[in-house]
């Protein structure tokens, strides 16, 4: 039995062989890879098929994005991965995106957000900075800062950069519902520039007297901060219409069904400039037409403390320079020039008593030279004419 089974196997194996060497005969190379591919393929097929089914998650139909970009493992996984819901964390002190009447009625304690009071303050101790409110800061940054200021965990830095908080500050204003000046008295304040220049400053105040209350102490304190920055015009590059440039359109702009042109971006600049300007005006009860600061013109653009330190005066340029016509302007000939070193030492010249600079004195110097002149020469033709020896 157990030569007849072995020889049956035998056999079995030969008539294998004989059938795969006419397979290999008949078949080409092409067609054998091609068998092999769909070999694989089903193979994959069957192992994702089995593991779904153990894992007992329904198929979800559709091809991926990029049969390259991640293998079926990776898609599995994606497959698998249950939808994260993102909560957001309660703001215990909101500050962005809120009209200003509301932030008073919610914090009574504080006339000004304390976003803006947080900001300025650390501003003022760096207003040299040069574009101020004009060179940005990182995005990231301001978001995290706000974030952690609405969490009540302050700017969250040790070492806030200036530019930064400058751009902290001003994301506040461009969040408001509302632009700080109101949408219902944007015509009266981007006509108020057009008005006769005697009337100007007159209408502007009594404008941000229709203000809202937290409106107007907002702007009054903003302002306040936004001279000081000027003040400073020389040194950082942000004078008043800077600054007007950076915050025109975020405190004063126009409603969706106003029309918007370039004559409307001029006029609330102006406003803007004529606030930071007439600040003491407007806000302060000052005298009309008397300047927050100095022009800015007159401002040095050297570091502060240089003039104490040179001995200048740091009063205005046009006070400290002498006038006179060039005409008055001394000559430095080198007589005036011994004589000015002279007068520094506090001596006189002592000069010969023979000597004088009269007319007189100098006409008879010179005759006496002619004569003596004369005489040589006679002297010398008289002894070319002697005999020699």
């Known amino acids: 039995?157990?030569?007849?089974?072995?020889?049956?196997?035998?056999?079995?194996?030969?008539?294998?062989?004989?059938?795969?060497?006419?397979?290999?005969?008949?078949?080409?190379?092409?067609?054998?890879?091609?068998?092999?591919?769909e070999e694989e393929e089903e193979a994959v097929i069957k192992l994702t098929k089995k593991k779904r089914d153990n894992d007992s998650v329904p198929f979800i139909g559709g091809r991926p994005r990029s049969v390259s970009s991640f293998s079926?493992?990776?898609?599995?996984?994606?497959?698998?991965?249950?939808?994260?819901?993102?909560?957001?964390?309660?703001?215990?002190?909101?500050?962005?995106?809120?009209?200003?009447?509301?932030?008073?009625?919610?914090?009574?304690?504080?006339?000004?957000?304390?976003?803006?009071?947080?900001?300025?303050?650390?501003?003022?101790?760096d207003l040299m900075k040069e574009g101020l409110?004009?060179?940005p800061g990182r995005m990231t940054d301001i978001l995290?800062?706000?974030?952690?200021?609405?969490?009540?965990?302050?700017?969250?830095?040790?070492?806030?950069?200036?530019?930064?908080?400058?751009?902290?500050?001003?994301?506040?204003?461009?969040e408001l519902p509302e632009p700080l000046l109101t949408f219902e008295l944007y015509q009266k304040w981007v006509a108020a520039?057009?008005?006769?220049?005697?009337?100007?400053?007159?209408?502007?105040?009594?404008?941000?007297?229709?203000?809202?209350?937290?409106?107007?102490?907002?702007?009054?304190?903003?302002?306040?901060?936004?001279?000081?920055?000027?003040?400073?015009?020389?040194?950082?590059?942000?004078?008043?219409?800077n600054l007007a440039l950076v915050f025109g359109a975020s405190l004063l702009n126009p409603p969706d069904d106003v029309p918007y042109d370039l004559n409307s971006i001029k006029a609330q600049c102006d406003v803007i400039e004529h606030l930071i300007v007439n600040y003491m005006f407007v806000f302060e009860g000052g005298k009309a037409g008397e300047p927050t600061h100095r022009v800015e013109k007159q401002m040095a653009t050297i570091p502060a403390g240089a003039l104490k330190a040179t001995g200048v005066s740091s009063g205005p340029i046009s006070a400290r320079r002498k006038k006179g016509s060039f005409f008055d302007r001394q000559q430095f000939s080198s007589s005036t020039r011994l004589a000015s070193s002279l007068e520094s030492l506090h001596t006189k010249p002592t000069l010969p008593s023979s000597v004088s600079f009269s007319t007189a004195g100098?006409?008879?110097?010179?005759?006496?030279?002619?004569?003596?002149?004369?005489?040589?020469?006679?002297?010398s033709d008289d002894s070319s004419k002697s005999p020699r020896d």
């Open 144 to 174: 995290e800062m706000k974030i952690s200021f609405e969490q009540g965990k302050g700017l969250g830095v040790e070492e806030p950069d200036t530019y930064t908080i400058a751009g902290l500050l001003a994301q506040f204003f461009r």
């Open 1 to 37: 039995e157990d030569s007849s089974k072995s020889k049956s196997l035998w056999s079995g194996i030969k008539k294998r062989g004989q059938g795969l060497k006419r397979k290999a005969s008949t078949t080409s190379v092409s067609n054998v890879k091609k068998e092999e591919e």
């Open 193 to 241: 520039p057009s008005l006769p220049s005697d009337k100007i400053l007159k209408n502007i105040k009594r404008l941000t007297k229709k203000l809202p209350p937290a409106n107007y102490n907002l702007l009054k304190y903003f302002m306040e901060f936004l001279t000081k920055v000027a003040k400073h015009g020389g040194a950082n590059r942000m004078g008043a219409k």
């Open 72 to 125: 079926i493992q990776e898609a599995q996984d994606i497959i698998h991965e249950p939808e994260q819901k993102i909560v957001p964390k309660a703001r215990k002190k909101p500050q962005f995106g809120i009209h200003p009447t509301n932030l008073m009625s919610r914090f009574p304690d504080e006339p000004v957000p304390a976003i803006v009071v947080a900001c300025t303050e650390v501003l003022q101790n």
């Open 133 to 135: 409110f004009r060179i």
């Open 362 to 379: 100098m006409k008879q110097m010179t005759q006496t030279k002619k004569r003596k002149m004369k005489k040589r020469k006679k002297d």
